[in-house]
């Protein structure tokens, strides 16, 4: 009986034992799995900062990229303005100074002009008056004039006609005409008023050959007096015409000098133009270019940040689910190893538990023939001696 109480009480102590290895182990487990979601935990809100952070830094990037971008096409317009202007400035002085030129030369060749006009007025007012006057003797003048000079058509024709002669347009004719007939009457007073036959034929043959004689002579003087009256209004119509041919070359010397003012600024203000369009077709190409490359700047600055973040992001989540899957693993093995280990702790104790009883049973066993004695603090005594832990 000794004996199986004995056994009974290391196999409870060895079963308590491994009992309680087994709930230090579970213990240790469970203690390994909590840190184990502390740690999750921790790795996933360290993770959320860092995403917030990517993001963080992603809008100030693209803040950035934008700002720069704007501030950079505000440069370049201003410089575009600034050029149009300076350009435009250059363009209105240059047709300032042409349209100047150009007012300065017609402004003298006006005022040539019109020394020229009143130098040749009085000749040509000259001209018109000696035309009017030599178209009023020819009759081809004004129609009114008819009734108003008694020259108009005095002499239209160079003709002198009989018609004419017999009519006294001839005036030496008509004086001697005169005079010869008051010699025939004064004879014929003398005479007491008879003129005989002999008289009145010698006053008509008189006549007759003074008519003769002076007809030619008559002609010869109205050719004279026609040309006399009309030569000096020719005379003036001449140098009417020759006015008239001045004041034509002075306004065609003004035209000349006119087209070639207004061609000149013409050509000036065309080069002006031309100028303004290269430097603003200039201008305005840089700006394109500028700003095409101002615009790509910024693309690359924000896909680098999207490129930036999008990396830093999927490191983010591969880091935290490799630690996650790494946490996760550990945990289940502690779980796994604190269930092993509770297991083993167990089954340690039932087999120490079965091993002491079947030793308790050997000695029993081998007791009658040992001299096997229990002790009195407990086991067992063998002649006095100690062995095995017994004494």
Known sequence: MTFVAASVIGATATIGGSL???????SAAKSQSRAAAAAARQLYDAQQASIRTQQQVLEAQLRNADNTQKGQIQNQIDSLNQQLRIAAETRDAQLGVAAETRDAQLGVSKEVLGKQEAAYNPYQQAGLAGQNQLLNYLGIGPISNAGTDPNYGKFSSAEFTPEMFANGVDPGYAFRMKEGLKAVDAQAAARG???????LKASQRFGQDMASQEYQNAF?????????????????QGVGMGAAQGLGNAAGTYGNNAIGALGSYGNTANAAYGNFGSVAGGAQSAYGTNLTNI??????LINSAYGNYGSNFTGAMTGYGNAQAGLTTGAGNAIAAGQVGQANAINQGISGATNQYYQNQML?????????????????????????GWT
């Open 220 to 236: 010869n003087r109205y050719q004279t007096t026609r040309q006399n009256t009309l030569a000096p209004y020719q005379s003036l």
């Open 20 to 26: 309680i290895g087994a709930s230090a182990a579970s």
């Open 193 to 199: 008023g008879l003129i005989s036959g002999a008289a």
């Open 295 to 300: 615009t790509g700047g910024a693309g690359n």
């Open 364 to 388: 029993n066993l081998l007791r009658p023939q040992s001299g096997l004695v229990p002790a009195a603090g407990g086991g067992y005594t063998v002649s006095g001696s100690t062995a095995g």
